[in-house]
């Protein structure tokens, strides 16, 4: 077991019961909008095609308002084992699974926006522990990113990708992990890239969900369907669905006004982008289910961090290095209906040492809530090629 020190110090989620109980007068009280002018759409995306629609929100807003349990997630995490400790001159609160198994190998995982360890809580012990004596199994460390969750909030400009990245490596070797493997997806991708680029004498190899091209490749020599990948993650960055991300490298000051004094903003969106980004036909929670859901948001209400998390995007919007290159071993899984998917020819271009390239059939943005049997089993196998490779 990990023992608190004067660096790491043990820590407890318990919001107050006046906190809790001010979330619920909110919802209570809240104001909201006439229905959208699409209303009465069948199920699909044209349903959603002016954002969250109004009956959707008024049923999950009077959920979390009289059914939702947040005290039971607080005893899952509190079960799993929270810390904290300062890097950098900044307070970072993280998970912390060590497994049972001698052989276990440390691993990092971190989440991104509209994210948060909340990902991670279903699928850590499995990880850690798993079942079947023949998987690898992992000590798991899953940090809440600057300004999520009970990490502190940058008081000043600074904290990008890189700067986060070298943070990972600072608290692994507090924990006495001075070798280890890391996975992400969305920020979390990126942040495993720069984890596997600038820091190879540390990082065994990556398992990422989100594989950065270089970019200026062109489509010359893909496949229909690699062309029509490219197509579509063209197609959101350019497009209106992106809105969010430019609103948030640009202004996340303004928006973070309504994120931090609207739990019904709040909810709004980020529901907004779990329905877009989710493997399903309409509602996102034919997969991810609304505890799993409010679980996520009520931890950037309690922790008021719908502007610190934005940040993020004004720190680091398309600022991923275009000359880094991966040179230790990597996996990638590229899900269904993600909003970013790179050819395997393109990430060749950035990771030098693919050693498993997966593209399911069924899946999107936030695996670990969609699909997390899949999930774990493919991390493990991704990682098991990776470990295999450094042998």
Known sequence: MLRPTDDVQAFKARATDAELDGLRARLASARLPEAETVRGAAPGPRRWEQGVPLADLVELVDYWRTGYDWRAFEERLNGIGQFRTTVDGLGIHFLHRRSARTDATPLVLTHGWPGSIAEFAGVVDELADPKDADAPAFHVVAPSLPGFGYSDKPAATGWGTERIAAAWVELMGRLGYGRFVAHGGDWGGVITTVLGGRF?????????????????????????????WTEETRDFWDGPRAAYAKQQAARPQTIGYSLVDSPVGLLAWILDKFAEWTDTGDSPFETVSRDRLL????????TRS?????????????????????????????????????PLPWARERYRRIVRWNSPGAGGHFPSLEVPGYFVEDLREGLGAVLAANR
């Open 200 to 228: 190879p004498e540390h990082v065994l190899g990556i398992h990422t969900l989100t594989p950065q091209a270089p970019p200026g490749l062109t489509t010359h020599g893909l496949t229909a369907a690699e062309r029509e």
């Open 306 to 342: 719908g502007a610190s998390s934005a940040r993020i995007y004004h720190e680091s919007h398309n600022s991923l290095d275009p000359a880094l290159r991966v040179d230790v071993p990597s996996a990638v899984t590229v899900y269904p209906r993600d909003i970013e998917k790179c």
């Open 295 to 302: 679980d996520n948001v009520t931890l950037y209400w309690l």
